[in-house]
């Protein structure tokens, strides 16, 4: 769950020397937001990336630190532990500060602002900037941040992430104990405080959600402005509801993209309805024989030439459409355990794997069409400079797999978080054996966690249960963006966050994980609008920009077909 996608941090006084860089701190006056002095000692960021270096880092507008805070907040004196800072000078007169988190847990947030460095491209958040320094706060255990040493390393590539989180745990107790969500939380108060600042205004991009929600918990005089994008939801059981929804909510978000294709039938030739593009893309992976796919039909609609599909209730996925593509569509922890899923095969096109890739990615969506159409219809066939289809999905599928590098195992960070907050779940007594079936026939992966979240998978007790969330009152009440068939923080989630925190919902159409400044917008009209006057019109829904499709990605100019 984020936006986007070193060992202990070396920004201080003698990097500035080595890179030829004078230290800033006292170089940048206090402006209307900074209410105290500037303990930090700025200097600009080293380019530890390629991304750094695309960006021309070092540069002076981009600066570094680090700051100490305690691994126990309780206990101020004990031991302490050293996290970066990144902050992104404003452009004008600065009036406040915007501290922002991409999500994860476990993404590495250092290079989250750079999209207001792209002077190629007037963007979203260079709208904030003219006013605000932006800010992140590395997440304490990642690079820079009391990296893990436990799980560094190639030895540790294929390990459980399980496994590698107990070792973890083994390794350092203390520390690795401390990574909670309130913990994320007061080691950015520390750095408010250490910035001299009386207020921030926060943006969290999915589980940064649920430090902006705790930020309000603990410290709601401190925020001036808070904008929860694709928010996680409050709950007792966190993690486990978290799981549990994205299982549903992966079989709308597929549906969606279907309809969009079906939408698209002139161009694709895919079918006119969701359920004749399912047939379509299932006739594709499965060149040989014929078994139940894993990939479930959507809901059958009038052309389909078979019977109404009949709704399953608040425990199932979607519909029962049993003789419209030879499996039923019910829940899947269910029809995991009948065997009901596909079993991997060698025969067989990854095609439905590479349409989950895509469903969120709605400017990806023309090329995978366009590469599963070509399957269908042949349109590869003899032409020599063509790449085989095999080879087109094996590249699309390696694109899907190219990720801004985070921190080195985001896995096994999650799992850590998860397990040290997370109260144990109502369990199935079941979970144990669907989860074995559902492995061995290749259920989803959503699917796969939620099954397996219902057993005791923690490989240690938690640390601690998170405070309840509280709507306590703020200079101005929380902006909540959620999408209805956002696959990673389900659409479900934006009612229950807005009620928890007394926010505005902003509902969106569509699949989209993360809205502000990634290319909407109506989304960013009504986000600039809240940061500058603390205010949100009730009761909006705004639409996702649909693409249209786009060129043959192989075409020469000839016709395709």
Known sequence: MARLSHTSAVVGVATALVL??????????PGPGMTGVDTIDWTPCPPDSDVDERFGLPRADVLCSSVSVPVDHDVVNGRRVDVE????????????AMFGNPGGPGVDARQLWYHALDEAHDNAIDEVRRHHDLVIVQPRGLEAAGALECTAGSENAGADSLARAKRCMDSDPEFVSSFTTENLVRDHEAVREAMGL????????SYGTAIGMMYQTLFPHRIERMVLDSAVGPTDFWWYEIDRQQAVTRHQARDYLLQWI????STYQLGTTPLKVYDNARTLDRQEGSTSPRFLPPPAQPGDGVPGSL?????????????????????NAALASTGGF???EDDSLPVFELLDGVVGTPSRWSEVAWLISAGVNGWLEGEPEAQSLEEQVEEQLAMQAEVPELTSDMETYLVILQCNETAPPVRNPLAPVLLGSSDAVGSTGEDVKNLEHQTAFCPFPPSTVPPRIEANPMIAAPLVLQADHDTQTPGMFGPATAAATGGTLVRVRGTVHCHFDTGNPAVDDVVLNYLHTGEVTEGQYLDTPRPTPGPVPWDDGDDVG
């Open 198 to 205: 009386e207020r921030i205004s926060f943006l969290g991009y």
């Open 85 to 96: 800072v990144r902050r992104i000078t404003a452009t004008g007169e600065r009036t406040g």
């Open 311 to 331: 709704a399953t209730g608040s425990v199932g996925t979607g519909s029962v459409d049993g003789l419209a593509a030879g499996s039923v569509r019910l829940d």
């Open 342 to 344: 596909e079993r991997e």
């Open 20 to 29: 030829g860089l004078p230290s800033t701190a006292a170089s940048v006056p």
């Open 262 to 265: 079906a939408d698209h039938d």
